[in-house]
């Protein structure tokens, strides 16, 4: 019986040493992504502010794993080029997703 137990304890601590370590790793990088696309949310939404031509327009920022996601409505297509171009300045972005609209809200309703 005192075999069995010994063998089954062997296991035990060989699993629990092989598995721990993987368990904690992807929760440290998945908080380093999270604050990478917070920031990266942040320089987008300067640089846009920052763009005197875009500033009157509600231009929505998300980003997610790199990928930025730009919604909301502007002018003309040629406000939405600018709206991507900017985004695309910032560091880090893997990609631009864009979602904008042209119009406004009220030609929705």
Same mark, same amino acid.
């Not at 035990?12 to 917070?38: H, R």
């Not at 509600?58 to 790199?66: E, H, L, M």
């Given at each position: 019986?005192? =075999?069995?137990?010994?063998?089954?304890?062997?296991?035990?601590?060989?699993?629990? &040493?092989?598995?721990?370590?993987?368990?904690?790793?992807?929760?440290?990088?998945?908080?380093?992504? /999270?604050?990478?696309? &917070?920031?990266?949310?942040? /320089?987008?939404?300067?640089?846009?502010?920052?763009?005197?031509?875009? =500033?009157?327009?509600?231009?929505?920022? =998300?980003?997610?794993?790199?990928? &930025?996601?730009?919604?909301?409505?502007?002018?003309?297509?040629?406000?939405?080029?600018?709206?991507?171009?900017?985004? =695309?300045?910032?560091?880090?972005? /893997?990609?631009? /997703?864009?979602?904008?609209?042209?119009?406004?809200?009220?030609?929705?309703?």
């Amino acid at each position: 019986m005192t =075999r069995v137990s010994c063998s089954m304890a062997f296991f035990l601590i060989v699993f629990v &040493v092989l598995f721990s370590g993987c368990v904690s790793a992807p929760e440290k990088f998945g908080m380093e992504e /999270k604050f990478s696309d &917070v920031s990266i949310t942040t /320089k987008v939404y300067e640089a846009i502010l920052d763009e005197p031509s875009l =500033r009157r327009f509600d231009i929505n920022v =998300r980003t997610i794993k790199g990928v &930025v996601e730009l919604s909301g409505y502007v002018n003309s297509r040629d406000d939405m080029d600018k709206a991507i171009a900017v985004a =695309r300045t910032i560091s880090g972005i /893997k990609s631009v /997703k864009n979602d904008m609209q042209i119009g406004s809200i009220s030609d929705d309703y």
